[in-house]
């Protein structure tokens, strides 16, 4: 039991970490210190798709679903399991990082823009 929700926390922590990514660039407009926080996560999720490098959380997500007497996740991993194909085609994987990646930049604009 404890397995499993060590399992579904860490997903549920995977989805917020991903929101966080795409939108906190924003939530900084409002609360300025968190800037630097985005911007570790912002690296965080640039490395992870450059160097291919594994999120902690999959590996967590991974390890408590074995534990738990269930299957883990597929060797692709937590984005392919849980959004490629579903959320969107895997054909468009590229232009839903681009997307990502403009929401991004766009928030950080915004964000040099207001401090002015």
Same mark, same amino acid.
């Given at each position: 039991?404890?397995? +499993? /929700?060590?399992?579904? !926390?860490?997903? $549920?922590?995977?989805? !917020?970490? /991903?929101?966080?990514?795409? /939108? $906190?660039?924003?939530? @900084?407009? +409002?609360? *300025? %210190?968190?800037?630097?926080?985005? /911007?570790?996560?912002?690296?965080? &999720?640039?490395?992870?798709?450059?160097? &291919?490098? #594994?999120?902690?959380?999959?590996?967590? #997500?991974?390890?408590? +679903? %074995?534990?738990a007497g #269930? @299957? &883990?996740?597929? !060797?692709?991993?937590f984005i392919?399991?849980?959004?490629?194909?579903?959320? =969107?085609? #895997?054909? =468009?994987?590229?232009?839903? %990082?681009? @997307?990502? !990646?403009?929401?991004?930049?766009?928030?950080?604009? &915004? =964000?040099?823009? *207001? %401090?002015?």
């Amino acid at each position: 039991m404890m397995h +499993r /929700l060590l399992a579904d !926390a860490a997903m $549920g922590v995977h989805f !917020a970490f /991903l929101a966080y990514l795409a /939108l $906190g660039g924003f939530l @900084a407009w +409002r609360w *300025r %210190r968190t800037i630097w926080i985005h /911007l570790a996560v912002a690296a965080w &999720g640039v490395l992870s798709v450059v160097t &291919g490098v #594994e999120c902690p959380l999959t590996l967590v #997500e991974d390890w408590a +679903r %074995r534990h738990a007497g #269930e @299957a &883990g996740l597929p !060797a692709s991993g937590f984005i392919d399991h849980y959004i490629e194909g579903v959320i =969107y085609p #895997e054909e =468009y994987t590229n232009v839903a %990082r681009l @997307a990502v !990646a403009v929401l991004v930049l766009f928030s950080y604009v &915004g =964000y040099v823009l *207001r %401090r002015q």
